[in-house]
């Protein structure tokens, strides 16, 4: 995506507070189609199942060892369609990368980027993007992106952006065979209510764009069971989590609800109900279970949750860059995975 002068971006934001973030957008150009760049060829005959795979890179900060771990690790290695949040194109923070390029020219995979926010806050960024990618082993047909409905103003926070959370639809073939997939990152500074109408925005388009096709949707769905951003809210999570109560999310998520109702089965893409961020806290580490599968039309083989914590990568080779930066994981999510007929 075209990068914008830092005292544009600027210009631009001003204009949030009275135009709200929309407004704003719509005179943005890289807010309005997702870039497509199929770089690899097809991968060959239909395979029996697709791996998919979710995965939260935390924007890139450690790409060289995220890339070992997608190339190493047995359970990410093959998959096919990878739905990854929070990757960065241009920012300091990164390297000032096209971490989604970093990716898919590293591991051979073509992809779909759907631009999410613009930060404002550091000078030094190149482009200051972050979003949504989608990585497919299969060529993009088509691709489009949908800003879903705001439940947190971003440009009033410490981090100052501008943008809303998105949705990205990208329709593959795969050796003759056609599936949608939604990569998606739902707001967590909201109530659960606005996540559930986040979800309804995307299974509305998916329904219009996908008429007929098996469909996947994947994604950091902030399923925090609670507001992220009020702290009352997160110390009473806190003491039901003590308690061992909130251990599954979709009983006060109703996304997970309004999903099923449209066909959709997170159940068994998604196995056990395991941890899939970590948040550390000032009393400890917050366990979240907030990266999803979603599917229709499609029959879930198997599936699995991969930790990210460095300690458990095991696999990679002696000359894995892994091994080379003293770090103690790759991102603060982990990666979720399931194997699927369709």
């Not at 009020?230 to 999310?249: C, K, S, T, Y």
Request: hydrophobic share 40%.
């Amino acid at each position: 995506m075209k990068a914008i002068p830092y005292s544009e971006r600027i210009r631009l934001g001003e204009r949030v507070p009275e135009e709200g973030q929309f407004a704003v957008m719509r005179d943005i150009p890289p807010f309005s189609a997702p870039d497509v760049c199929n770089l690899s060829v097809p991968a060959g005959p239909a395979p029996e199942t697709l791996r998919a795979a979710v995965f939260n890179v935390e924007h890139g900060y450690r790409s060289r060892e995220i890339v070992s771990f997608l190339k190493d690790c047995l359970a990410l290695q093959n998959a096919d369609v990878l739905f990854a949040n929070e990757t960065d194109d241009g920012t300091e923070r990164s390297g000032n990368i096209d971490v989604s390029r970093e990716i898919a020219e590293r591991l051979g995979y073509n992809y779909a980027y759907a631009l999410e926010f613009i930060e404002l806050v550091n000078p030094n960024d190149r482009k200051g993007y972050e979003g949504n990618t989608l990585f497919s082993k299969w060529p993009i047909v088509r691709a489009e992106a949908l800003h879903l409905p705001e439940g947190y103003n971003w440009y009033f926070d410490s981090q100052k952006r501008i943008g809303a959370r998105v949705a990205l639809f990208c329709e593959l073939d795969v050796a003759g065979r056609r599936i949608g997939v939604v990569c998606t990152h739902l707001e967590n500074r909201t109530v659960p209510a606005s996540r559930a109408a986040q979800m309804q925005a995307i299974l509305e388009k998916a329904d219009a764009m996908f008429k007929g096709l098996p469909v996947l949707i994947g994604g950091d769905l902030n399923t925090n069971a609670f507001d992220y951003g009020e702290a009352e809210a997160l110390r009473a999570f806190r003491r039901q989590q003590a308690d061992g109560i909130v251990v599954d999310p979709s009983p006060f998520e109703p996304l997970f609800a309004l999903a099923e109702r449209a066909g959709y089965d997170y159940r068994t893409l998604n196995g056990e109900a395991l941890p899939t961020r970590r948040r550390p806290t000032g009393d400890g580490v917050l366990y979240l279970h907030l990266d999803w599968i979603f599917g229709r039309g499609v029959t879930c083989v198997q599936n699995g949750t991969i930790s990210t914590l460095l300690k458990d990568c095991g696999r990679a080779g002696e000359r894995s860059s892994l091994y080379e930066t003293p770090i103690a994981e790759l991102s603060d999510h982990n990666a979720v995975w399931a194997d699927i007929a369709f």
